[in-house]
Each structure stands twice: as structure tokens, then as C-alpha cells.
């Protein structure tokens, strides 16, 4: 069942239009007056309007109530009905975000047929803001974590040119974080709602990288059986990133240079250009000027690329970011996947301060998840730690410090990869929601801390808040449906 909104000069098409939504269980608002439509409109946020285009012949007091149906929150679906349908009218209300529309006289089924279409076009809308919601959850979790100043100099950076469309490359040892940087430039851009695709281009044999990228068309080469959209084309309105560039064959380096420079792609075996939206990121762990100096990497597309560059420390460089780190991946990671939370003794800690991390901050995720899974009793001891890290240990004994991840990092040393809710707190010039959402968000921090701390157990988990069982229910419930 859906709300609608019908206006409409003539009142025995009312009458007929409304008795049909009835009977299909619609709850229906009747007009055939423009201002109290409007009035009604606004009040009701209807699902679907539909709405006579000269409402009094002779003003298009139909294209004023649709532009006012559009801009609700969230807009209703419009259908123009007009009797003096000419392409033009119909043209400029679909322009305007009409739709669908029907010229009269129409056919009761083909209205049915109309209004079918459009309230089934709002549930896929619906799904689809579902499913961003629930995306953006996902990566709630994802944090890029850093005290050090080199850190603390790469948020700067991000959040300077995050909501820019500049081209950025970014530079670093293999996991440093490169595509969580890329990630977090998206997701605090005004692209964050439009696709965020990454490629990596050493992955792809050449042949296949250049369909995937541009596309192709039926019978451009063998084995092209369809026409296929290349990911920039996916990608349009939104980022694209190009993971390990370094690896891009010549060939592609000046197909990608032509995109950049026209905003147009080509697919394989079209000569047709389709124009697009798309920000490039890239990434490398390879110096690019090297391979540009070999000549096996294009000058003119490395300074394209390399507009503003993002340099990532390798972990080694800033060793003070371990112990956050750490408390990080137990509280973050660890905890939301098991329900439990572990501890780590200060010793173990130091010991994970000492090595030199090769595979720098993917290499400690992985050795703290390890020893999460090995250690007995919820405290991470030396012991649990990958072996070639123990000779680090300095003397016997000392395990009984302990430290347990429970208060978050200070807030300039998280940068919120997704989602402007929780940016540091030096972007005070970010949108704000409500101050009740804000305190709901807290509350559900809160609630998820005391299940951590009692492993999941719900019973303890109200008891240590002194809540009713019934009560955290509730909060869960809620934190479900808000997404
Ligand atoms: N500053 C950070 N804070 C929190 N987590 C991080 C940080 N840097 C990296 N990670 C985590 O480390 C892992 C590796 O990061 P990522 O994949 O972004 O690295 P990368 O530089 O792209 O690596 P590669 O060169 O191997 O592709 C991921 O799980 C990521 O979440
Ligand atoms: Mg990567």
C-alpha cells in the first residue's frame, strides 16, 4: 500500500482515478485545487503524485507541484497526465524528474500499468538506499589509525583534498594502507554515494586490463559473445582506483592517458567516445620515477597521475603508532568479529614495538589476529606472538602488565574512512546531524563495549548497564533498523 497524491482539474477523472487506487488498497489524497494539493503534499510526503499538467489551462500548474514533489525528502515519484500532450511538454516534465507520463484520453490499464511501474521503480530506490546505508555501516569500522606526525600529516592531506576531483597518487610499501587511503578520499567526497571500483592492474593479463577498463563491443576480438561497459564507465559519477599502476602496460598508459585528458572512453573495437565522470586515484609501491626514467612507464601520464601525491610511512618509520594499532585491531577488529575482548601484556606490546615489519601494518593485523586465536585465557602474552618476533622479548617474566583496548584512540589520531559521522575532531566545519542521533550513536557505542566485555552475554551485558533486558533489545533493535 502506497500514499498518493492525485490532482486534477476535472473532477469526474478524479473520481475515477481514486476509486481505482482504493480498490488496489492505496491510501489516496484527492485534489482538484492546487493550493490545497501543495499544502497536502508537503504534509504527507506521498510515495506517488499523480498530477494533471494544465491544471487550469492555462498555466502548467502540473510542472510546479512536480518540482515540489521532487524536492521532498525523500521525493516522491511524479506521473504527468496531459491532455495536450505535445513532445515538448512531455519532454520538459520528464526533464524535470516526472516518471512517466500518459496523455488522455488513456486506457485504465494502461494507468494500472503506469502506476505498477512507478511504485515498484520507489521500492528499488528504497533497497538501493538500503543497501548504501548498509555499506557505509561496513565501513564504519574501517579507521586509519595514526598518532605519529607523519600520520597526522597524512590526514591533513586527506581531508584537504578529499571533496577535490584532483588526481592523486599514492605511495607507500606494500601494506601501508594504500587502498584504505584511496577508500577514505572517496568516502569523504561528495562522489561517497556514487561507485567506488578498484583495479589491480598488475592482476590482469594486458588484453583482458584493457576490456575490463574501457569495455568492449560484441565481436571486438574472439570470446567478446556481448557488448561489455569498461569500469570507468561503472565508475561514472564516482572514483575509480588504480591499484599497483607501476604494472600498466605502455599500450593502456596511453589509452588511460586520453581518458584523463578528454573525459571520454573508447571501447575495444568502437570508435564511438562515451563521455564520463570519474576521479582517478592510483597507487604504487614501486618508485614511478624509476620507471620512468627506464622509459618503461609515460612521463607525460606519470605527472598526469602524480597531481598531488600521498606518501604513506612504512610502519618502521613510525613505530609510535604500534601500540594504538594494536589496541585498534583488538577492539575493532577482533572484538565485533568474536564478542570477545581480548587483552595484551605490556611486555607482548613492546615486543610488537621492537620488529621491523616488512609487511608493515597488514603484517601486525595478521600477527595480532593469530594470537588472538592462539592465546588461552583472552590476554595476549609473548608466547602467542608469531615466532620470529619472541628473540625480540627482552627478559623472562614481566608478563603481568596488562593492557586492554577500552577507551577509542584520542579522535585526531582516527581518520573515519566512511562517512562524515565520525571525522576527527579538528573537521569541525563538517555537517552535523542531530544532536539525537548523535546521542543514540553513543549510547549503541556504549551498549557494544558492555557486550564485548561480558563476550556477547546479553543477561550481564544489561546487568552491568543497569538496564532491563528488554531494554537493550530494544537499543539493538533499534540500531538494526537505523542501519
Ligand atoms: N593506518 C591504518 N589504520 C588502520 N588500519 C590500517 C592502516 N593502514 C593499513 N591498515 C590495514 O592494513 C591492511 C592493509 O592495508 P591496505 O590494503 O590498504 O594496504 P596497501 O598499501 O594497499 O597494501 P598492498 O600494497 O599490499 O596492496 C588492511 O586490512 C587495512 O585495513
Ligand atoms: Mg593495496
Redesign the pocket.
Known sequence: MAKVLLIDDEVTMVQMVTELLRREGHEVFPFSNFNAAVETLEAQCPELVITDLYLDKTRTHGLEILQKARALNPPSTVIVITAYATIETAVDAMKKGAFDYLEKPFKVDDLRLCIQRALSYNDAISENIYLRKQLKKKYQF?????NSPH?QGVFKMIERVADTDSTIL?L????????????ALHFNSRRQFAPFIPI?CSALPENLLESELFGHCKGAFTGAINDKKGLFQEADGGTIFL??IGSMPPVLQSRLLRVLQEKEVRRVGDNVPVSVNVRVLS?T?EPLEKRVEEGTFREDLYYRLNVIPIN?PSLRERRE?IPV?TM??LRN?VSSRTGKLFSISRKALDVLGAHDWP????E??NAIERACALCEDGTIRVADLPPILRHLATAEGGEDVVETPQAPPAADAVLTVGGASALPAHAMSQPVGSLRDYMRDQELTYVNRALAQVNGDKEKAAELLGVSVATLYRKLAEEDAAG
Open positions: 574501517n579507521q586509519l589509525i595514526g600520520m599514492i607507500g610499501e606494500s601494506g601501508t594502507g594504500k587502498e584504505l587511503v584511496a577508500r589491480n591499484d599497483e597507487a609501491h604513506l603508532d594499532l585498534h585491531f577488529k609487511g608493515n601494518v597488514r601486525l593485523e
